[in-house]
């Protein structure tokens, strides 16, 4: 099959969509078929060093702060000559954004199947820039209209499904989750990344992965971690990533008396070094009722760090309380309660817990998730 995977960020964006999308296109081509990245222009390195192509149009920056870059596909007329030399069987987008609308357009032109994949919770994005309720539920009507035009659509858990029927949208919804690629732990790239970051071996380890935003309810985080620290348990708080609210989250942490505690990695490429950070972390704690099937939850497992979730977030779904992770209330109290609860644990109750997150939460990118992905696809295009 010829694939076009339409998103609006990618590589060297590292986000989960940015990531999803990588993962797709390398395990379809893997598979033999002809992928077509489209996505705004980015610095994305050697080329030739990918197994699929990259179709890009002019982008700009939105802030120096935010690494997510926008482009007008319409308007660039060398964009528009590469597509009409691609003969795609298929187009999945990703995102309701110009690369989306890209799809729209050719899947329309060109009277192929169109599959949306429903990501992101973005009445709180729209929230978050305007703060108007107004703008933001007309945006969700603009949003909702982009996932009707799709012949067919996907949510990545129950949670986002729900979340896309919350915004209005009323017709069948298939849950595609997401996978994860399972490394082997470079023990070499340990010590390095303890001396890196200056990580005490001595005290437990909690981390948090991802963008440095309060939307991922990270005050919930530091006001819990603030309650250890009270109670005096010693301990470190890793938080790796970049983000708006880096700043805001260090300043929060010194009010709390956290200076002592709290690492505050930068955004993290060598995935050996964050591998190495979830492997020697006690507890990934991860609060967010933001994200949909996060796929650093999933990373996190994979070396055997159990994660702290809220209930009735997207990342619950995957977790049994006290089993292969621990499931808690939306409070400071309880989120530091959970917290306690775990390092209460004997080594022994804690490794269990560890492993069966690692043999229930993670499923293999190329594996049979990606067999269903490939086969809901020929069964739309009819081959």
């Not at 926008?70 to 187009?91: N, T, W, Y």
Request: hydrophobic fraction near 40%; proline fraction near 4%; charged fraction near 25%.
């Amino acid at each position: 099959m010829k694939i076009g995977e339409f998103s609006d960020s990618f590589i060297p964006i590292v986000d989960g969509v940015a990531r999803v999308v990588k993962a797709y296109a390398d395990n379809l081509s893997a598979r033999g078929d002809e992928v077509y990245v489209i996505t705004p222009m980015d610095d994305t390195g050697y080329r030739g060093r990918f197994p699929f192509e990259i179709v890009d149009f002019r982008s700009f920056s939105i802030k120096d702060d935010i690494p997510w870059k926008v482009g007008f596909d319409q308007i660039d007329r060398h964009f528009a000559d590469r597509m009409k030399m691609i003969d795609l069987d298929i187009c999945h987008v990703h995102s309701p954004g110009f690369a989306g609308h890209a799809g729209i357009q050719y899947a329309k032109s060109h009277k192929v199947p169109l599959v949306g994949s429903f990501h992101s919770k973005y009445y709180d994005d729209f929230m978050m820039v305007t703060h108007s309720r107004a703008i933001s539920k007309f945006g969700i009507k603009v949003v909702v209209d982009f996932y009707n035009r799709c012949d067919e659509v996907w949510a990545v858990s129950e949670n986002a499904a729900q979340t896309l029927k919350d915004y209005g949208f009323n017709r069948e919804i298939a849950v595609m989750p997401n996978g994860t690629e399972r490394r082997i732990i470079n023990l070499q790239k340990v010590p390095e990344t303890v001396e890196r970051f200056k990580i005490r071996a001595d005290v437990p380890v909690l981390l948090f992965v991802g963008q440095i935003n309060f939307k991922k309810n990270l005050r919930r985080t530091v006001e819990a971690c603030s309650l250890l620290k009270k109670d005096g348990t010693d301990f470190q708080l890793v938080m790796a990533g970049m983000g708006p609210d880096a700043e805001a989250v260090r300043n929060l942490a010194e009010s709390k008396g956290l200076s002592e505690n709290l690492i505050m990695t930068g955004h993290i490429n060598d995935s050996e070094i964050l591998d190495s950070l979830y492997y020697i972390s006690d507890l990934f704690v991860f609060p967010s009722i933001y994200d949909n099937a996060p796929m650093v939850l999933r990373e996190a497992a994979c070396q055997h760090t159990p994660a702290l979730v809220i209930r009735g977030s997207s990342s619950s779904e995957v977790i049994t309380d006290m089993v292969n992770g621990l499931v808690t209330e939306d409070t400071n109290i309880d989120v530091y309660r959970a917290i306690k609860k775990f390092l209460s644990l004997d080594a022994d109750a804690q490794k269990k817990m560890g492993d069966n997150a690692c043999n229930t939460i993670p499923r293999d990118w190329n594996g049979p998730l990606m067999d269903d992905i490939r086969n809901r696809y020929r069964a739309l295009v009819g081959c």
